[in-house]
């Protein structure tokens, strides 16, 4: 079965750079989720898109952006990248708004240097 | 605001012995819950889930989970563990809070159990 995609896997950059992370959801599935997972720590919600447009904002700093596209795929754009933001990114699907079970992909794990 | 506390954050069994983990959330309306688990270097995959109906449902590898309204809580249980249940577990929840549906997690629960 099709699952979530995510790339890239790894991604290393320097403090101030920029970084787009990319999700590929499950075919029909209409939601999008983000999340950002720091060591030890549980998954804190950043932002989804439902049907192409922004459903909800969790704790998503304002150095980050993200959209969703025609073809369902998101883009988590971060800019003026900081040590702390050195962490596991998650995206997830689902079908129908924030109700339902969400299938997670594999995550991107950036290093800020 | 919602919230969702995992009691145990790390839990050590020996093969056989039996599992709980517990799971109280804060939330008046009404909420959809998850158990997740994240197994060594993979990613989150659902246990199961609690929409509406029974109270105890089954999910996955043996697990189940009881929801009991009155206390708040969704406790995670297995009878007899087995090493590959060596895994990180989460407790989620989807409500909605002032029309937006934020699902919130809990800190997990990093269960190892030994052969």
């Known amino acids: ?113 | 605001a919602q919230s969702v506390s995992q009691h145990n954050h790390h839990v050590i069994l020996s093969e056989a012995a039996s599992l709980e983990l517990g799971c109280n959330y804060s939330y008046g309306g009404t909420v959809n819950l998850f158990w997740y688990v994240q197994y060594p270097g993979q990613h989150l995959q659902l246990l199961l889930k609690y929409f509406s109906g029974d109270p105890l449902v089954k999910g996955i590898k043996g697990f189940e989970a009881e929801f009991i309204k009155s206390k708040f809580s969704f406790n995670l249980r297995k009878p007899s563990v087995q090493w590959s249940d060596t895994a990180e577990y989460f407790c989620a929840v989807n409500g909605v809070e002032g029309g937006s549906y934020i699902p919130t997690f809990g800190r997990g629960t990093s269960l190892i159990v030994h052969p």
């Open chain 1, 1 to 113: 079965a099709a699952g979530v995609i995510q790339s890239p896997r790894h991604l290393i950059k320097e403090k101030r750079e920029t970084a787009t992370l990319k999700c590929y959801p499950i075919p029909r599935h209409d939601t999008v989720y983000w999340y950002q997972q720091g060591p030890g720590q549980d998954p804190q919600f950043l932002i989804s898109f439902y049907e192409k447009m922004q459903s909800d904002k969790g704790s998503i700093p304002d150095r980050f952006s993200a959209q969703q596209f025609s073809d369902y795929h998101s883009e988590l754009n971060m800019s003026s990248l900081e040590l702390g933001d050195s962490a596991l990114y998650f995206c997830a699907s689902s079908t129908g708004r924030g109700y339902n079970e969400q299938f997670f992909g594999p995550g991107t794990r950036l290093t800020v240097l």
